[in-house]
């Protein structure tokens, strides 16, 4: 069943985490749902710009529809990730998606907040839920790039005043975390000082934590080991996640582990079997992984178990 995320934050506020997973084509999505159902956990479906247009939105869309059949106990909420405002535009026209995210964060404070003022009405208007993002962080994600010199904390001042002049839904916060694989050098974390201050001024809104991926280890040297060279990259601890959760964060978003789990099984599955040219073996072994995987993220994030109470009060 799709839903909102507003309707899924408001059952996680302050207790735990929506896990948002960003999904390519079909085996992601297959094992994304699994492993949500496994889980017994709400989720939210994420398509980036650059995933509407690997084939056709339209494709990606249609899959999702389909696993909205085959699993008709789940419960989720279809939400574009970082779109500038035409993509949003052609979301909030398409009647599928129930939630769009503005990603004006380049621009200066002023021009942020009219763009997306201009997608929180359009959206608003057809009962659309809208994210949008102050503060910059580092690292690459699709057609977003930061250097690290340019990345910049949410300002909590300017995080109230954003959300009363916009509108806005609910709000995605620079606190440390970056885009891709090379989250931190050293021993830097994540900002809870700057996530508390936010909270206080915001009570009772959702934030919402990007780059959240926590870049496993083991499936790095695993994927090492079958000749990639992914050197040096480390993620966010996600033992942390509760502790976001309790400072309002409801979406803790996760791409580039899911990509991980994909290269790994694909790497070692044509290493093992140089004789397959069948696409079919490695897709059946990365749907149960990724599912796997999708099922032990949700532990760390505090939703897994949370179905049944989140269908008993939408029921309400």
Known sequence: MIVTTKELFKAAYGKYAIGAYNINNLEQCMGLFRGNIQSQA???????????????????????????QVFPEAIFAVHLDHGDEATCMDCINSGFYSSVMIDASGEEFEKNIA???????????????????LGQLGGVE????????DAKLTDPDQAKEFVERTGVDSLACAIGTSHGAFKFSGTQGLHFDVLAEIQKRLPGFPLVMHGSSSVPQDEVARINAAGGKIIGAKGVDDNQFRKAATL?????????DGRLVWCRVHREHFISHPENFD???????????YANFIAAKNEKLGSAG???ALREMLAK
Not at 42 to 68: C, H, N, W
Not at 248 to 256: A, E, L, P, R, S
Request: a neutral charge.
């Open 42 to 68: 709400p989720f939210i479906v994420q398509l980036s710009k650059g995933a509407r247009s690997y084939t056709d939105k339209l494709m990606l869309e249609g899959i999702i529809r389909s696993a909205d």
């Open 115 to 133: 763009i997306t003022k201009r997608v929180v009405d359009a959206a608003h208007a057809k009962g659309i839920v809208v994210e949008a993002e």
């Open 142 to 149: 699709e057609h977003v790039s930061v250097s690290e010199s």
């Open 248 to 256: 309002g964060v409801t979406k803790i978003n996760i791409d580039t």
């Open 279 to 289: 696409l079919r073996p490695p897709g059946k072994v990365f749907m149960s992984e």
């Open 306 to 308: 949370q179905l049944p």
